[in-house]
């Protein structure tokens, strides 16, 4: 018998069944991210109270078949505070597909929801493919779920060589070695003495930057010291640089790896936060650089940022960042509220 229930398990059990099913549903096909324990054990805060409320997973008696996770996260919505959450990993087991098991995993998430009382639901899915089975909006009339817009990525190559042997379409491949004069990452400069690790000190410091920079956007996390402090120092997979003069920090930068599958895998650099407002273009290009360089020492064959207009165009073409085409579409599903944001307008949101 068929039952859903709070995922019972480690985080690198729960690692262990979503990467295999994306590995046989989309190897060779597209690319796809593999996670590992560590990396569910950071997003999903595992061992914050209430954390398993959010990993729905549907069992077959004993058998993990599919798993919906989320985390929820304090919201900015036209200058209202709500509750909100970022869900992700709707994983259904080939063998089960076709059954309305993803019906069932949402329906229980809206549930689930609804009795904490969160206003909003934040996910993504991807078109960027003929080959995702992501749920495609001429599905989906229902209200309160909106398409709300199109994202797409800012892109930087930073080995070309290896991401013309990772990519799995042809033209990417080149596109990539062709980067190669671009590709380089300076090294360091006057500026660098200024930039070091994010501490625990500076979390209150970020949250100010962060609330700053984003102020005035129809649709931000409303990060707090909390959150953030798990954002930017909860796990070893995150590296956060600040850019600290005459005792203040300006401005910081922060970012996950993650390995990528395409012809075969390779680590990405994933940026989450970029905050750099109060930077001048010099002192915000080299925290960019440092960040690079930070990445090719831990592997790093390519960056990503989603594009949503939370940060500079002029910063990221400064340093070489590409935007890609829009390939997924930003879902805003409304639990209790319900909201009009504008398609239009800079947002600043975790991409999962
Ligand atoms: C995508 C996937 C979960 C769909 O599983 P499935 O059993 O084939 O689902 P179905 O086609 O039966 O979809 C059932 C319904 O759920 C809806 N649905 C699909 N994904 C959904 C999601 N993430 N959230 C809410 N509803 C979703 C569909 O729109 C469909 O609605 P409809 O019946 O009104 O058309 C499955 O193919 C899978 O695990 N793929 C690999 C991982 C993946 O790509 N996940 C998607 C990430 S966005």
Redo the contacts with the bound molecule.
């Keep these: 018998m068929i039952r859903l229930d709070d995922f019972q398990g480690t985080p690198e059990d729960l690692a262990e069944f979503i990467t295999p099913?994306?590995r046989e549903?989309y190897q060779g096909r597209m690319v796809y991210p593999d996670w590992a324990g560590d990396f569910f054990r950071w997003q999903m805060r595992w061992d914050a109270p209430g954390s398993r409320r959010h990993m729905i997973a549907a069992y077959d008696e004993d058998r993990l078949i599919a798993t919906l996770l989320g985390t929820s996260f304090p919201v900015r919505a036209d200058n209202e505070l709500i509750r909100g959450s970022i869900w992700?990993w709707?994983?259904?087991d080939p063998e089960?597909?076709?059954?309305?098991?993803?019906?069932l995993l949402?329906r229980d998430r809206v549930r689930r929801l609804q009795d904490e009382q969160v206003d909003l639901i934040v996910?993504?899915?991807?078109f960027g493919s003929r080959h995702?089975?992501?749920?495609q909006p001429k599905?989906?009339q229902a209200k309160p779920k909106k398409f709300n817009r199109t994202v797409g990525l800012w892109v930087r190559v930073l080995d070309p060589r290896t991401v013309g042997r990772w990519s799995l379409k042809a033209v990417d491949g080149w596109m990539s070695r062709l980067s190669f004069p671009l590709a380089k990452v300076p090294g360091p400069g006057k500026l660098d003495s200024f930039i070091r690790r994010a501490t625990e000190q500076d979390i209150p410091r970020c949250v100010e930057l962060v609330r700053e920079q984003t102020a005035g956007m129809p649709l931000t996390m409303a990060w707090d010291e909390s959150t953030l402090r798990h954002q930017l120092l909860g796990s070893p997979l995150v590296t956060t640089l600040v850019l600290e003069r005459s005792g203040a920090v300006e401005g910081f930068v922060s970012f996950h790896i993650l390995d990528w599958v395409g012809r075969m895998s390779g680590k990405v650099g994933i940026f989450d936060l970029i905050v750099t407002d109060r930077l001048g273009s010099g002192a915000a290009l080299a925290l960019m650089n440092a960040a690079f360089r930070t990445m090719v020492e831990k592997g790093a064959i390519l960056t990503v940022k989603v594009r949503t207009g939370d940060v500079p165009a002029s910063l990221m073409w400064r340093c070489y960042f590409v935007p890609r085409p829009a390939d997924s579409h930003l879902i805003l599903q409304w639990v209790s509220l319900n909201r009009e944001i504008s398609s239009r307008s800079p947002i600043h949101l975790l991409w999962r």
């Design positions: 099913v994306w549903t992700s709707m994983t259904i089960y597909r076709g059954r309305g098991l993803a019906t949402d996910s993504y899915r991807y995702s089975l992501a749920e599905k989906v």
